[in-house]
């Protein structure tokens, strides 16, 4: 199995299992919230992630931990008195779904190529102003530092959806909430985080025990934290090797996929993400035909979702567009030999069905 779907999750680094397995031994149980001793040494373990983890994010704030990066934008656009928010056309679900919850929400257009004019007008009445950093279907990289310093100047908070960014780019400039997810950089899933910048202030979405300075409750797992930890370090230690392995892998799939076309910008891109189109492709034919390659359908904006692409309608691709295309997602432990050979097998399953 060719496994090419990134965006949907990554791979569990070796070295964030590792450092996972320590708290799930037969010694490794304790609630980090107790105040005895093996409670206390699990609590030291949550602190030395919440640093690492930290380091993913600009200095000037604080890192709560939260289940998912879904529960960390729900707590950055719930949990604050904002009121209307304005949020990109091609925002997750995460956020254009929680962002309706206001009654009230403004829609941020991009162009053709996917990425967001930096000087696009803001409606007065937004209070939260809300651009992700990078696109989860088609990579697209957004001016989020341009974006954040016109929030600030609009007296709005800037909140940065940095889910697919994270640990593989410098992290978003200037945004006052962001929020990230482990199993996006090589981590486990079932945790994310809300950076937090100190003076921003928010309130709980999920009461109970006041964990997390209060803002959200909840036992935390610190075999989940100390594998995001692990990871993002390792992410941050290995961010320019990582960069440069998935550029080599681009242009050799770009090279195979030559007569595809590329939906999105190709300049202004995380290079990990290829989504292409081939008019008249039946992509659901071709994932039935290539089996051992694990990719998704670009016209769905979530696996298994069924709802159709928000984001490449955003983009003025017509419907048939949008189902003629797919997603190849490729990073760390993608060698080039088994990307050229699925992209081969791809293109060659293509042509069979005449297009
Ligand atoms: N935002 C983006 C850009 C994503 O790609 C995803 C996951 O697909 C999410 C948010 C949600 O992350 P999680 O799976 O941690 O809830």
């Given at each position: 199995m060719t496994y090419l779907d990134y965006q949907a999750t990554t791979?569990?680094?070796?070295?964030?299992?590792?450092?996972?397995?320590?708290?799930?031994?037969?010694?490794?149980?304790?609630?980090?919230?107790?105040?005895?001793?093996?409670?206390?040494?699990?609590?030291?373990?949550?602190?030395?992630?919440?640093?690492?983890?930290?380091?993913?994010?600009?200095?000037?704030?604080?890192v709560v931990f939260t289940g998912s990066a879904t529960e960390a934008l729900n707590l950055a656009i719930r949990g604050g008195p904002y009121g209307p928010a304005a949020v990109s056309a091609i925002e997750h679900a995460a956020v254009?779904?929680?962002?309706?919850?206001?009654?009230?929400?403004?829609?941020?257009?991009?162009?053709?190529?996917?990425?967001?004019?930096?000087?696009v007008p803001f409606p007065d009445e937004a209070k939260l102003i809300a651009v992700m950093q990078v696109n989860n279907e088609i990579g697209t990289i957004q001016p989020v530092a341009r974006l954040a310093e016109r929030a600030k100047a609009a007296g709005a908070l800037?909140?940065?959806?940095?889910?697919?960014?994270?640990?593989?780019?410098?992290?978003?400039?200037?945004?006052?909430?962001?929020?990230?997810?482990a199993h996006k950089l090589y981590g486990p899933k079932g945790i994310g985080a809300l950076w937090v910048r100190d003076g921003v202030h928010l309130s709980p979405v999920i009461l109970g025990g006041g964990q997390e300075g209060g803002l959200r409750s909840g036992t935390l797992s610190p075999a989940l934290c100390a594998g995001f930890g692990a990871a993002a370090a390792l992410s941050l230690e290995?961010?320019?090797?990582?960069?440069?392995?998935?550029?080599?892998?681009?242009?050799?799939?770009?090279?195979?996929?030559?007569r595809w076309t590329l939906n999105g910008s190709a300049e202004q891109r995380w290079h990990g993400n290829l989504n292409l189109r081939l008019d008249g492709l039946d992509v659901g034919r071709l994932m039935s035909e290539c089996r051992t390659i694990a990719f998704s359908a670009g016209s769905a904006c979530a696996s298994?979702?069924?709802?159709?692409?928000?984001?490449?309608?955003?983009l003025g691709l017509s419907a048939a567009q949008a189902k003629n295309s797919?997603?190849?997602?490729?990073?760390?432990y993608t060698t080039r030999d088994e990307l050229i050979e699925a992209c081969r097998t791809l293109d060659a399953a293509a042509r069979t069905q005449g297009v």
């Open positions: 791979p569990l680094a070796p070295e964030a299992r590792a450092a996972m397995l320590r708290w799930l031994a037969d010694d490794g149980f304790a609630n980090p919230h107790s105040a005895h001793r093996p409670g206390r040494a699990a609590a030291a373990a949550v602190e030395v992630a919440r640093e690492q983890v930290a380091a993913l994010f600009p200095p000037g704030g604080k254009r779904d929680t962002a309706r919850w206001f009654g009230e929400d403004f829609e941020l257009p991009v162009g053709a190529d996917g990425v967001i004019d930096p000087e800037f909140l940065c959806d940095a889910v697919q960014g994270a640990g593989k780019i410098a992290p978003p400039a200037g945004a006052d909430l962001i929020a990230v997810s290995r961010m320019e090797q990582d960069a440069a392995h998935v550029e080599t892998l681009w242009t050799a799939a770009r090279d195979v996929l030559s298994g979702s069924g709802r159709p692409s928000h984001v490449l309608a955003a797919i997603r190849l997602g490729f990073g760390r």
